[in-house]
């Protein structure tokens, strides 16, 4: 800092002289902060002013105590451009520890609540004839992968043959519409995709239709445009030259097509269908509207109310029983058995592209 | 390849033989492009045709005795756009501090780490921010706004009644919040990322501490990014269902306390809490409120793509 600018600051003295805290001295008034809360509030707990230790609290007034110290210390140290550089640290710090404390507050009690019912039970019965403790989401596990299966079966072709046409062969308006309206689609609410599939259902089927595959229909609507984002990224990524030297050996475009591009990029391809997937599986009101809620197996998705696991969790915590607890506590672990799937279907979506992406892609 | 040369010299440019598959498969992916087109022309062409009826319901078909159509879904209207826009208020700056601690302040090494981590919450379903929202902040906040009414009820925003159980509309925006973050901060992050870094490193050269390089480089740079970032989150915000349905109780009111029990619903709440003993009318309501939902998100969301789509630089926003 020896090359800071020569002006004279509010304080008036030269910031060339001004002094400099040592290295690293936020983290420890940082982590004093926090430890100055947490002192006051395991006060406040033994004296009986609260009843539990408020973790959250002693972190965020920690945080917040931290913000203002490290302004007034650099402003008296440092000078003024400096405590306004370290302020803005802070706060940019600040945001993300705020951020951080719902999500881990989320995972904690997702996982503390939801194992109470992780049994072999909840994995093989359903909630029929049950109405109060015991009895388990088979029928709602079942039905969410027989729907989102549909759904990706639906979705998988369209959105690759649209992104192939978008990258291959797309020029001129109808391209740059298709690109425009699937930006626009990925912003269609999800509950307005669930009103269109029973819509179009409704129409041929009369106002009663619950059924497995208009749940597809509207997953499937939430589903292709993410598809074909992520598979236009893809293919977009594969090198010309693969492409001209196809050509100059007379393959045509279709084959090329087939045998080059689509095997070069299949890891990435199949990276990007499975984040959609990992993406719409949690989606609970558009199934809400199309697929019903039942309490007994049903394989069929062409016919009668089918249960998926978003909204067995949702029915759990909404319709309670006249005893609440076990109702409560199903609606947990089905919150957590949905959260280890979708970080599953993530955590392998991303070690397919990392373990099988072809070698020039970085 | 000698055949070539004794080929007789054609007039006009040499014509590539057209193949059977090369037509199939052309025809195909244009036929799939198109169906997207089409999908959304469908989605709101049924909506129409199923909301018909409401716009023209008589008086007294409707739910909530309504007079008519706009008076029921005026309050919806008014609660879905509040409730996004607290959200919004909420997580703006937090998105904002996210990307730049991101993308310019945590070290280098970790910084991807951290970006996943903000990700993580992106793939938690919205039923279980609900579910978490109801049974664990509501619970944990409520006394905090017990303190706030008593000491700030005098300004309206925090007049009581205070509700008892914490399900309140500022308990729904803070879920709310938490749910648009992923998207908002992975926008700006790719356009903080994007500044460029000869004009930070001339910033930093002159003397310039991090905070002042980041005004005067990267934050004019990314300006059109950080609006486009914050009405995607609105859109998001705009057609959030469950947690909404879940958290809020709801109330058929316009009004701007934050604290009551008697909170303005959402159109897409409603239409969760509504649709499974809807019938009649009461159905093709329900519809179209779904399609005013629609209309707005989509004129949000194309407002949104056109000011990334202007500045082509910013390809950032997926």
């Known amino acids: 800092m020896s090359v800071a600018i020569r002006q004279n600051t509010s304080t008036g003295s030269n910031t060339l002289t001004a002094g400099k805290l040592p290295k690293g001295i936020s983290w420890w008034i940082l982590v004093g902060s926090w430890i100055v809360f947490i002192a006051v509030f395991l006060l406040l707990k033994a004296s009986g002013t609260t009843a539990d230790f408020n973790v959250v609290g002693a972190f965020f007034f920690g945080t917040v105590l931290f913000d203002v110290l490290i302004v007034v210390i650099s402003r008296v140290v440092e000078g003024g451009r400096k405590a306004k550089d370290r302020l803005v640290t802070s706060l940019v710090t600040t945001a993300f520890i705020v951020t951080l404390l719902p999500l881990i507050s989320l995972i904690y009690t997702v996982i503390s609540r939801g194992v109470a019912r992780f049994d072999v039970a909840y994995f093989n019965e359903s909630m029929r004839n049950i109405i109060s403790v015991g009895g388990g989401a088979l029928h709602a596990i079942v039905g969410t992968l027989e729907v989102t299966a549909f759904a990706t079966l639906i979705s998988v072709p369209i959105g690759i043959l649209t992104s192939i046409y978008l990258v291959e062969y797309g020029r001129g308006r109808l391209a740059r519409s298709i690109t425009f309206f699937v930006d626009v689609m990925t912003g269609i609410p999800s509950i307005v995709a669930g009103l269109f599939a029973y819509s179009l259902f409704a129409i041929f089927a009369g106002p009663a239709i619950r059924a497995g595959v208009v749940g597809s229909v509207a997953l499937s609507v939430l589903m292709i445009p993410v598809v074909v984002r992520s598979s236009e990224e893809i293919l977009k990524i594969v090198p010309n030259e693969l492409r001209e030297a196809s050509y100059a050996l007379g393959v045509p475009k279709w084959l090329t097509i087939l045998k080059i591009i689509l095997p070069t990029s299949l890891a990435g391809l199949t990276t990007g269908v499975m984040l959609a997937i990992s993406r719409v599986i949690g989606e609970t009101a558009p199934l809400l509207l199309t697929t019903g809620f039942t309490t007994s197996m049903n394989y069929n998705l062409f016919s009668d109310r089918m249960m998926t696991l978003p909204v067995f969790v949702y029915t759990q915590y909404a319709n309670q029983g006249p005893i609440a607890t076990p109702y409560v506590e199903r609606a947990w672990t089905g919150a957590l058995v949905l959260i280890i799937i979708v970080m599953l279907l993530n955590l392998l979506a991303r070690l397919i592209g990392r373990i099988f992406a072809p070698k020039f892609s970085r | ?318």
């Open chain 2, 1 to 318: 390849m000698t055949a070539t040369a004794e080929r007789p010299v054609s007039t006009g440019r040499p014509k590539a033989k057209i193949r059977l598959g090369d037509r199939v498969f052309s025809t195909a992916t244009v036929l799939s492009g198109s169906l997207i087109l089409l999908v959304l022309v469908l989605v709101a062409a049924f909506l129409v045709a199923q909301s018909l009826p409401a716009f023209f319901a008589a008086k007294g078909t409707l739910p909530d005795s309504s007079t008519n159509f706009w008076t029921y879904v005026g309050p919806l209207v008014f609660g879905t756009v509040w409730a996004a826009f607290l959200a919004l208020i909420i997580a703006t700056p937090l998105a904002l501090g996210i990307a730049l601690f991101i993308s310019h302040y945590a070290p280098r090494r970790i910084s991807q780490l951290l970006g996943y981590i903000i990700d993580l919450l992106a793939a938690v379903p919205s039923v279980v921010f609900g579910l978490w929202g109801v049974l664990v902040l509501a619970p944990f906040i409520q006394p905090f706004y017990n303190t706030l009414v008593d000491k700030l009820g005098w300004i309206p925003l925090f007049a009581g009644p205070v509700s008892g159980t914490g399900k309140t509309i500022l308990t729904a925006a803070i879920v709310l919040a938490v749910m648009v973050l992923p998207i908002m901060t992975a926008v700006m992050r790719e356009i903080f990322l994007q500044a460029p870094v000869l004009h930070e490193e001339a910033a930093l050269a002159l003397g310039a501490t991090r905070w002042e390089m980041i005004r005067m480089a990267v934050l004019p740079f990314a300006r059109s990014g950080i609006v486009s970032a914050i009405m995607l989150g609105l859109g998001r915000a705009l057609g959030e269902t469950l947690a909404i349905a879940i958290v809020l109780s709801p109330a058929t009111v316009i009004n701007v306390f934050l604290l009551t029990s008697q909170n303005p619903n959402t159109i897409a709440a409603n239409i969760a809490l509504q649709f499974n003993e809807a019938q009649g009318v009461g159905l093709n309501t329900l519809i179209a409120s779904g399609l005013i939902l629609f209309v707005i998100t989509l004129l949000i969301n194309m407002l949104a793509r056109y000011v990334v789509n202007r500045r082509k630089d910013f390809s950032g926003a997926n």
